[in-house]
């Protein structure tokens, strides 16, 4: 939800959410809400991943976005949240959609982003957890999962908290690693996350 933290070695990593967790409420500061995803909010979206580090450029991030997710109207309208200020200024983003690290379609955490200037205001949270109420209604079998890496362990102290696990078992067909290394770097890369998850507790 933050800016990475490119000071540390980037590894990436996977979590997965075997059980929903038992409770699942927020806070929202005053005058944030959640909604759907509207499509007046496009642009928005692509400036707030590119201002976090998360997609290189705004034209790059247009097309991904036309791509991924325009492309699909009715899927990303259900699939997509939203959360915006008083004043309908986009705060965060987060979204249920397919993924194929696994080498079939598993439902994924995706593209979860807070607006620098919007932090701390439970928006995090708030987004995940209407995100794992989305997942859970669509009734899947096989567990919710998310990308990360190394840089962005504030975030992950937070699935941590939500009852999201560390993936530790065999590389996933589609994972952008190294099998020969996979289960040696995923050890390393936990090690280092839970060591600066320490650090700010």
Request: proline share 4%; charged share 25%; aromatic share 12%.
């Amino acid at each position: 939800m933050t800016t990475l933290d490119k000071t540390i070695p980037y590894y990436p990593v996977l979590m997965e959410l075997t059980e929903l967790p038992e409770k699942m409420e927020y806070h929202l500061a005053e005058g944030y809400r959640v909604i759907p995803f509207d499509a007046r909010y496009s642009q928005d979206w692509v400036r707030l991943h590119v201002a976090l580090g998360q997609l290189t450029n705004f034209a790059q991030g247009m097309q991904y976005f036309k791509e991924t997710f325009l492309s699909q109207p009715e899927k990303v309208k259900k699939q997509m949240l939203l959360v915006v200020d008083e004043n309908g200024r986009l705060a965060g983003t987060s979204s249920v959609w397919e993924g194929e690290h696994f080498g079939h379609t598993r439902m994924r955490v995706h593209w979860v982003g807070v607006d620098e200037h919007h932090q701390r205001k439970g928006i995090a949270k708030a987004l995940m957890i209407e995100t794992i109420r989305l997942y859970a209604s669509m009734q899947v079998t096989e567990p919710l999962y998310l990308t990360t890496q190394t840089n962005s362990y504030v975030a992950i102290a937070m699935y941590l908290r939500l009852g999201f696990t560390p993936y530790k078992k065999a590389m996933p067909v589609n994972f952008q690693a190294d099998p020969k290394t996979f289960e040696k770097d995923t050890a390393l890369a936990w090690k280092l996350i839970m060591d600066k998850i320490a650090e700010i507790a």
